[in-house]
């Protein structure tokens, strides 16, 4: 029999198995076969990440090094990401089954996060205050948080690392870095390239392993300082009543429901893109996912005839191959919590207008879905599916499409798409999501800050802001009169 690949995590600066021997497997969604195996963190390996974390807080190496220095190794580590960003993406398809195409693309555009957050590296400012008390010179610097726990999903996992390690690096923290237990040889790989960067050991640490035995030691460990999660809200919700051990300050990136817009003087074929775009891009496999069409009614079988037409000449299937639009599904779960939601639309009315089947054979392939509802309790309208399945649904007004719009816990992201600009602006500012894209769909940039409102979480990431979140503001006193401080029992 032949040896699969093996995966170890990085702690301490050094490659290491899991203390208790604990070995996992990672299957190849594309072909239903076991590909790999990796190690396993325990109780007593969090413990050595974290240790680790919390001392190099406190050695020269790491804490007396000049921002610019820390902005160098950063964008030292952009470099190579962009480098490898080939060989990371064949990776990350094998064990997730994204499309080559888009992971290989993607993993190159991250290293510009990180060189964003090199060149601010050193931006991290402080102020001197007008003070209203004489003789008193008061001015504040911003230090590192801290000890940095960092969870990351599987479906955009170099992403959303670069979003979360970035700015904490630039800002001078430790980060211990949880890989999903599903799929992580991208993020363990990734490791070999921290190390190449230069980083001091301990400065991060990269391990996976279950929520009993990892995750959650983890997040109730009471040296760490900040957690940064990605994921699901049930998760998030452990994540919290972990966090109260430590105090740590939490920021949570959750799940969506996400609207998209479309009214009648919208674009059609622009439309349809944005839709198709929303919906299919990654199999659907997007916290974003613009899983709800909301159409004007007077272009409704206009844009969904469109729409359809696009669905029927995806090409679905092996996602190494450069003709592919759309792989299979990361678990075999998502397909059976699929078929179980579309059983039940349909019970409720809905009707599916393209698609509603996995595909038969190896693999975990689903067709990509068109269900038409006829009202916004549908179950494909109310539950995060994170695969390829659109729910459309026609309004009337523009009030009409804006309370269905908000008809929903999340609101992570949403869309509008029209010719009209007073429109767009009305719309999009009564919209409750954290991002909205006017006239295109699922753009990302450094430069932009992303989040959302309600259960889609709390907190930001990418953009300016972000450092300043892995910094503690630090107020400084100084008196500067020649004369000594006055007896405080005394009173003049």
Same mark, same amino acid.
């Given at each position: 029999m032949t040896k699969l690949p093996h995966f170890q995590m990085f702690i301490d600066g050094a490659w290491s198995e899991g203390h208790a021997g604990q070995v996992m497997t990672t299957r190849n969604p594309a072909t239903g076969k076991d590909w790999a195996t990796f190690a396993c963190a325990g109780p007593q390996d969090v413990e050595r990440a974290i240790s680790a974390a919390r001392r190099v807080l406190n050695d020269a190496a790491w804490r007396d090094m000049t921002q610019t220095q820390r902005g160098k190794l950063l964008y030292r580590l952009g470099d190579l990401i962009e480098e490898n960003s080939a060989a990371l993406g064949l990776l990350e398809t094998t064990d997730s089954g994204k499309l080559l195409s888009e992971t290989a693309t993607q993993t190159a555009y991250v290293g510009d996060y990180y060189r964003y957050y090199a060149g601010l590296a050193d931006k991290i400012e402080g102020a001197v205050l007008p003070i209203d008390k004489p003789? +008193?010179?008061?001015?504040?610097?911003?230090?590192?948080?801290?000890?940095?726990?960092?969870?990351?999903?599987?479906? $955009?996992? +170099?992403?959303?690392?670069? =979003?979360?390690?970035?700015?904490?690096?630039? $800002?001078? #923290? $430790?980060?211990?870095? *949880?890989?999903?237990?599903?799929?992580?040889?991208?993020?363990?790989?990734?490791?070999?390239? /921290?190390?190449?960067?230069?980083? %001091?050991?301990?400065?991060?640490?990269?391990? =996976?392993?279950?929520?009993?035995? #990892?995750?959650? %030691?983890? &997040?109730?460990? *009471?040296?760490?300082?900040? /957690?940064?999660?990605?994921?699901?809200?049930? &998760?998030?919700?452990?994540?919290?009543?972990?966090?109260?051990?430590?105090?740590?300050?939490?920021?949570?990136?959750?799940?969506?429901?996400? %609207?998209?817009?479309?009214?009648?003087?919208?674009?059609?074929?622009?439309?349809?893109?944005?839709?198709?775009?929303?919906?299919?891009?990654?199999?659907?496999?997007? #916290?974003?996912?613009?899983?709800?069409?909301?159409?004007?009614?007077?272009?409704?079988?206009?844009?969904?005839?469109?729409?359809?037409? *696009?669905?029927?000449?995806?090409?679905?299937?092996? %996602?190494?191959?450069?003709?592919?639009? +759309?792989?299979?599904?990361? &678990?075999?779960?998502?397909?059976?919590? /699929?078929?179980?939601?579309?059983?039940?639309? =349909?019970?409720?009315?809905?009707? /599916?207008?393209f698609g509603g089947a996995p595909l038969s054979g190896a693999g975990n392939f689903m067709v990509p879905t068109l269900v038409e509802c006829e009202n916004h309790d549908v179950e494909t309208l109310q539950v995060e599916l994170f695969g390829p399945i659109m729910s459309l649904i026609p309004f009337d007004t523009e009030e009409e499409a804006i309370a269905l719009a908000n008809c929903t816990p999340f609101g992570l992201g949403s869309g509008v798409f029209t010719q009209n600009l007073a429109r767009a602006h009305r719309v999009s500012s009564r919209l409750k999501a954290g991002i909205c894209w006017v006239n295109t769909y699922r753009a990302i940039s450094p430069i932009a800050p992303f989040g959302g409102y309600n259960h889609s979480g709390y907190g930001r990431e990418a953009g300016i802001d972000a450092i300043r979140d892995y910094t503690c503001t630090k107020t400084t006193w100084i008196n500067t009169s020649e004369s000594p401080m006055a007896n405080p029992f005394v009173m003049r």
């Open positions: 003789d +008193m010179h008061v001015f504040t610097r911003r230090e590192p948080i801290g000890v940095v726990v960092a969870i990351v999903p599987w479906n $955009a996992q +170099m992403f959303l690392t670069a =979003t979360k390690l970035g700015p904490a690096l630039a $800002a001078g #923290c $430790a980060v211990v870095l *949880k890989a999903s237990e599903i799929a992580p040889a991208p993020m363990l790989e990734f490791a070999r390239l /921290i190390e190449e960067a230069g980083f %001091p050991g301990g400065v991060v640490s990269v391990i =996976t392993g279950d929520a009993e035995n #990892c995750a959650i %030691p983890l &997040t109730r460990h *009471k040296d760490v300082d900040r /957690i940064a999660f990605t994921g699901g809200p049930e &998760t998030a919700r452990h994540v919290v009543r972990n966090s109260a051990e430590s105090f740590a300050v939490t920021t949570l990136e959750l799940g969506g429901k996400s %609207p998209i817009l479309v009214f009648d003087d919208a674009d059609l074929e622009g439309a349809a893109n944005g839709l198709i775009a929303g919906n299919f891009g990654a199999s659907g496999q997007s #916290c974003v996912a613009g899983s709800r069409g909301l159409i004007h009614r007077p272009i409704y079988e206009a844009l969904v005839a469109r729409i359809a037409e *696009k669905a029927t000449n995806i090409v679905v299937g092996d %996602p190494t191959d450069t003709s592919t639009h +759309m792989g299979p599904l990361c &678990t075999d779960a998502q397909i059976a919590r /699929i078929v179980e939601t579309l059983a039940k639309a =349909t019970a409720q009315g809905a009707k /599916i207008r």
